[in-house]
C-alpha cells in the first residue's frame, strides 16, 4: 500500500499569510495525486488534481507542485473562507489513500 | 447539476447488516466510476470501495473486504454499498462519489450519511 504522510497537521496562520502544505509518498505514484479541503459537517472538495491542476471553479490562490515522491499544496494570500481541512490523496494505484489532514486554523 | 444522494444509514448492533445507497442524477452514470469513503467522526478520510463504469472491476479496502459489497443499477443510476458483519470502528459518515475519468480524481461527492454500530 502506498502511505501517505502529510505534515503538518495543525497550522495556525493569519489572513493574507502564504502557507504550504506537504505530503509525502511511500513509493512514486506518478500524476495520480489530488487535494482537497473539507469543512466541518460537509463533503470534500477537490482543489487540485494531476499534481498541480486547478479544478474547476478553485481560486487561482490554490496552486500543487511536487519534487520526486514529495507533493505541495500552496496557498498563495490566505483567505478567511480557507480555513478549513485539508487532505491529500493517491489514486495511483489500490488501495487509494488520503494523508492523515492538516487543519488550518485563524491566528 | 451533478447530484449525489446518499440514504439508508442509521443505528445498527454490531455484527449486523445494513444497506446504503447512492442515488445519482445531471449526468450519464454509466459512464462513470463510483466510489464510497467514509470518515470516523472526527477522524480523516478513508476510503471504502470503488466499482467501475460497468462493474467490470471492483477493490475493496482490506479493512472491509469480505465484508462489504458494492454494486451499481446504471440503469436506475443507483450505487449501493451492503454491510456485513458490522464492526464498531465502521461507525462513520459514507460518502458516495464520483470518479473523473482519466485524472480520476474523485469531483462529486454526496452530503454523506451516517452509519452508527453500537449495542
Known amino acids: 500500500d502506498i502511505q501517505l504522510t502529510q505534515s503538518p497537521s495543525f497550522l495556525s496562520a493569519s489572513v493574507g499569510d502564504r502557507v504550504t502544505i506537504t505530503c509525502r509518498a511511500s513509493?512514486?505514484?506518478?500524476?495520480?495525486f489530488a487535494w482537497y479541503q473539507q469543512k466541518p459537517g460537509k463533503a470534500p472538495k477537490v482543489l487540485i488534481y494531476g499534481v498541480s491542476s486547478l479544478e474547476s471553479g478553485v481560486p487561482s490562490r490554490f496552486s500543487g507542485s511536487a519534487s520526486g515522491t514529495e507533493f505541495t499544496l500552496t496557498i498563495s494570500s490566505l483567505q478567511p473562507e480557507d480555513f478549513a481541512t485539508y487532505f491529500c490523496?493517491?489514486?495511483?494505484?489500490?488501495?487509494?489513500?488520503f494523508g492523515q489532514g492538516t487543519r488550518l486554523e485563524i491566528k | 447539476e451533478v447530484q449525489l444522494l446518499e440514504s439508508g444509514g442509521g443505528l445498527v448492533q454490531p455484527g449486523g447488516s445494513l444497506r446504503i445507497s447512492c442515488a445519482a442524477s445531471g449526468f450519464t452514470f454509466s459512464s462513470y466510476a463510483m466510489t464510497w469513503v467514509r470518515q470516523a467522526p472526527g477522524k480523516g478520510l478513508e476510503w471504502v470501495s470503488l466499482i467501475t463504469s460497468s462493474s467490470a472491476s471492483i477493490y475493496y479496502a482490506d479493512s472491509v473486504k469480505g465484508r462489504f459489497i458494492i454494486s451499481r443499477d446504471n440503469s436506475e443510476s443507483t450505487m449501493s454499498l451492503q454491510m456485513n458483519s458490522l464492526r464498531p470502528e465502521d461507525t462513520a459518515v459514507y460518502y458516495c462519489a464520483r470518479q473523473t475519468t482519466g485524472t480520476r480524481q474523485f469531483s462529486y461527492w454526496g452530503q454523506g450519511t451516517l452509519v452508527t454500530v453500537s449495542s
Open positions: 490523496q493517491q489514486v495511483n494505484s489500490y488501495p487509494i489513500t
Open positions: 513509493q512514486g505514484i506518478s500524476s495520480f
